[in-house]
């Protein structure tokens, strides 16, 4: 097995990779800038430079892969917008794959993608669900719906800056996971047989909503911070603002997965049955009480070492 991780220095794809390489696998990781990816190479994998905009590196990158896994997408801070990288690429990477004759392709989408076709980000990962299944590849659709990682940045490191909160609309219940554990759904699928050609949605033991997360940070910490909402239509607002200026279509892209998360509607799923083919259990899997524990217990000690001052919040007036 020779496995090809695009996406490799993301959120999930170095949790991908980490896992993969504990399991043995030999591994490839396409990158844009080797330089920077230099940690993955220290834990064993091997470097393509390239990215899925050069169809050429691609074909390189593929040489001698039996398996890939795509864990990537475009961030919020890139300069490319969402169609270049998770649609244009995506094709570009599964046409070159069939070209290869790679065995095995584990995608990742987005839970209930398919219900939100004027979101561009959620249409593409369903049309590009679609796509693969046009294909003859021997694909896996995995669809997690919000990692723990992304929270600390939302959630823990607001309430130790003392900044508030904002939280948007009716602000949807998730089932985040820890990347970790989807690492392993990823690397399980490449040798379960039950999991070719088909979907499976990929969601943590408990939907969380927002003030439900504010409340757990908050206990861990011994802190309290103020929360603001940030009504639907004010979303909507910036998005159409944002739509009449180039500078403006991956910002109002981005908004337009804001309304998701703000719309109320649960973003979970029912895993009783995908453990069983995953041949994976449950209670081995990170819950959200413990990884912020974890995370707060080691934050908290360090700045204690470093005889941190909380910021003082200025008066108003």
Known sequence: MSLLIVGATGTLGRQITRHALDRGLKVKCLVRYPKKAGFLREWGADLAAGNLMDSESIDDALEGVTEVIDAATTRATGSLRIKD?????????????????????????????????????????????????????????????????????????????????????????????NTQDIAKFAIQALEVKETERQSFAIAGPKAWQPSEIIKLCERMSGRTRRTANMPLGL???????????????????????????????????????????????????????????EYF??????LKELDYKEPKVKAPF
């Open 85 to 177: 990288v998770d649609w244009q690429g995506k094709v570009a990477l599964i046409q070159a794959a069939e070209r290869a004759n790679v065995q095995r392709f584990i995608f990742f989408s987005i839970l209930n993608a398919e219900k939100y076709p004027d979101v561009p980000l959620m249409d593409i990962k369903n049309c590009t669900e679609k796509f693969l299944a046009s294909t003859d590849l021997n694909y896996t659709i995995l669809k997690p719906c919000g990692f723990f990682q992304n929270l600390i940045g939302e959630y823990a490191i607001p309430i130790l800056e003392n900044q508030t909160i904002w939280i948007g609309g009716e602000s949807s219940p998730i089932a985040y996971m």
């Open 235 to 293: 979303l909507r607002f910036a998005r159409k603002f944002a739509l009449g200026f180039e500078w403006g279509w991956s910002f109002a892209e981005r908004m337009a997965y804001a309304e998701v998360l703000a719309s109320g509607i649960p973003l979970d799923a029912d895993m009783t049955e995908t453990y069983k083919i995953f041949g994976l259990q449950e209670e081995d899997m990170t819950t959200l009480e413990s990884y912020m524990q």
């Open 297 to 302: 217990s080691r934050i908290l000690k360090k």
